[in-house]
C-alpha cells in the first residue's frame, strides 16, 4: 500500500529524517514510534505532501507520489489527522464531514445544489461516520464548541469520510482520558476490520502495542528498529533509544 524507499528530509543542517525505508502492506495498522524530534510527524508530513521531499520517493499501491500536491493525493487515498487539532471551529460537525466528503466527490450538480441538497447516499454516509464516531447527538453543533475528546473523535471522521486507501494518524490519542482511548483503539480495529490501512504515530504505548501489526522505530530521523509489537519492546536499542532503560539495567 506504502512504501517509502530512502525518505529524506533535511531542514538546513538537521536531518529530520534520513534515508528512511519502509513498507506498509494492504489492510496493515503500522506503528511508527519514537522520541519527540526523532521525525515522525515529519515523516507524515511528507506522505500527505505538505512537506517537499530532500531525496527519496513515496509510493502508494505501486504509484510515485512523490512531486504531487497534498489535495492530489487526498484524491489518491490519503487521509490523516492531525497531532494539533485542525478543525473548521465555526462549521458545524456536520458540515465538517460535508467538506471532507465533497473534497473527494466529482458530482455534476455542483457546489450550490450539493449544499442545500445534495443526494441521499451521500448524506446517509456522513451519518454512518457520526453513528460510528458517536457524534450523531453533536451533528449541528458547531466544532469550535466541543469538548476535547469530541473534537478527537470529528477529526477521524473528517479523515474517513473522505473514503481513504491510507489513513495517517497522528498521536491520535493525545490529551484523550483512558476511556477515550479504550474507544480510539475499538474503532482502530474496526477500520482495519473493514480493511483500511493506518499508518499510526502515537506516544500511548499500550495502545501501539494493542492494535498494530508491524512497527517501526525511528530516533534522530534514522530507523532503528522494525517487526511485531513483541519483537519491538524486546529489542535492547529500542528499550535504551525509546523506553528509557538505564545503562545499568
Known sequence: MLELKGLSKHFGGVRAVDGLDLDVQPGQ??????????????????????????????????EDITGLASHVRVARGVTRTFQNIRLFGQLSVWQNLWVAQNAIEHRSEGFLRRWLGGPGRAREEIDRI???SDLSGKRDELAGNLAFGEQRRLELARAIVAKPALLLLDEPAAGMNAEEIDQLDARIRKLKQDGLTVLLIEHHMELVMAVTDRIAVLNF?????EGT?????????????????????
Open 229 to 249: 509489537p513483541d519483537e519491538v519492546q524486546a529489542n535492547r536499542l529500542v528499550q535504551e533509544a525509546y523506553l528509557g532503560v538505564a545503562e545499568a539495567a
Open 130 to 132: 457520526l453513528e460510528f
Open 29 to 62: 495498522v503500522f506503528g511508527l514510534i519514537g522520541p519527540n524530534g526523532s521525525g515522525k510527524s515529519t515523516v507524515v508530513n511528507l506522505v500527505c505532501g505538505l512537506f517537499p521531499v530532500t531525496a527519496g520517493q513515496v509510493l502508494l499501491r505501486n
Open 221 to 225: 530521523g534514522q530507523k532503528i528498529a
